[in-house]
């Protein structure tokens, strides 16, 4: 079974160096919006502290297979991106 890996970045980066084993690619992706939302569940404040959370699935040779990314943004506030490009 291939073995895939879901390194998160907010505030500070947590490489997975163990990975987990799944049948496809398919199951991967699932697990993945799984994981984020359990990790926006179950720690709210640090999102909103950082305003950013993205989950990165690779494979055991360094693939990317996909990103996920959840931003933040609230009336008045930058985002951790900038401002919003301004329309002439």
């Given at each position: 079974m291939p073995h895939y890996f879901?390194?998160?970045r907010e505030d500070v980066d947590v490489r997975d160096d163990h990975g987990i084993e799944l049948p496809d690619e398919d199951v991967a992706r699932r697990h993945g919006v799984m994981m984020l939302g359990?990790?926006?569940r179950d720690e709210?404040?640090?999102?909103?502290?950082?305003?950013r959370i993205q989950l990165t699935a690779t494979t055991d040779d360094g693939v990317v297979l996909f990103t996920l990314?959840?931003?933040?943004?609230?009336?008045?506030?930058?985002?951790?991106r900038g401002p919003p490009a301004r329309e002439h």
């Open positions: 879901f390194h998160i359990q990790i926006l709210p404040e640090t999102f909103w502290a950082s305003g990314e959840v931003t933040s943004g609230l009336p008045g506030a930058e985002s951790p």
